[in-house]
């Protein structure tokens, strides 16, 4: 678990915008999933 919990750290710390990070997480895991961080 630590090292997705790191490289997701890295992606927020690189993100300036929660698209940003929505997209860079999608580029890396290679997952179309809109709301990924969203909750009901």
């Given at each position: 678990m630590t090292?997705?919990?790191n490289s997701i750290l890295?992606?927020?710390k690189s993100s300036?915008?929660?698209v940003?990070?929505?997209w860079l997480v999608?580029?890396?895991?290679?997952v179309d999933r809109?709301?990924?961080f969203e909750t009901k």
């Open positions: 090292p997705h919990v890295i992606l927020m300036n915008f929660v940003e990070l929505r999608g580029q890396q895991r290679r809109p709301n990924l």
